[in-house]
Structure formats: structure tokens, C-alpha cells
């Protein structure tokens, strides 16, 4: 079972850019598509984005899509997730997650998670 800790949250102005990172341990990220969800307080986990264990395919959510950017370093073990333009609505805390396969929108497919970082976005 691969273990991950997501860091790099924190407050920003509307219209800022944050990264928020995930770093694997107890395996490599060999094989894992790796996806980023977040729930805003009183709502439900929704996807983000997904990124294939290569990296050439990635997968947006429609809210998401042109301002956010995820990428892997295999090599490092990591994931991130660049966010520009953020929003009010951006509010979250933001998981990782890894899947054994194909990337995937679909929270139940995942079988390893994060303990979630905070992003606040004030207006």
C-alpha cells in the first residue's frame, strides 16, 4: 500500500496561484494513475484532475479545466497540482490519490489517500 501526504496548501488572494504537492512512500508510483479531489465545507467529495502513470494523459473537471494543471515526477515520487486564477470557490481541502491502473474520475477507484491540505481563496 503506497502512503500519501499532501502539503503546500494555505491562504491566497482571489486571482492567485498556489501548488499543492503529494508525496509517495512505502512503493513507487509505478503503475498508479493519480488523481486530485477536494470537499468544500457541507459538500461532497468532487474529482479534480487525473494524471496517468506516464503522464501523457491528463483529465479535468469542467470547473477546473484551463486554470489547473497536474503533473508527476516519477522520479521523485510525486505529484502536483498547479492552480492559477483561483476562485472563492476554490475553497477545499484538496486530496491525493492513487489508483492501480487507468485514471479515473471515480473516488471508488482509488485505494490509497492523503489526510488533505487546506486551500482557502478569499475574495
Known amino acids: 500500500q503506497v502512503q500519501l501526504v499532501e502539503s503546500g496548501g494555505g491562504l491566497v488572494q482571489a486571482g492567485g496561484s498556489l501548488r499543492v504537492s503529494c508525496a509517495a512512500s512505502g512503493r513507487t508510483l509505478y503503475n498508479y494513475a493519480m488523481g486530485w479531489f477536494r470537499q468544500a465545507p457541507g459538500k461532497g467529495r468532487e474529482f479534480v484532475a487525473a494524471?496517468?502513470?506516464?503522464?501523457?494523459?491528463?483529465y479535468y473537471a469542467d470547473s477546473v479545466k484551463g486554470r489547473f494543471t497536474i503533473s508527476r515526477d516519477n522520479a521523485k515520487n510525486t505529484v502536483y497540482l498547479q492552480m492559477n486564477s483561483l476562485k472563492p470557490g476554490d475553497t477545499a481541502v484538496y486530496y491525493c490519490?492513487?489508483?492501480?491502473?487507468?485514471?479515473?474520475?471515480?473516488?471508488?477507484?482509488?485505494?490509497?489517500w492523503g489526510q488533505g491540505t487546506q486551500v482557502t481563496v478569499s475574495s
Open positions: 490519490a492513487g489508483a492501480w491502473g487507468n485514471p479515473t474520475m471515480e473516488s471508488t477507484k482509488y485505494g490509497s
Open positions: 494524471i496517468s502513470w506516464s503522464g501523457g494523459g491528463t
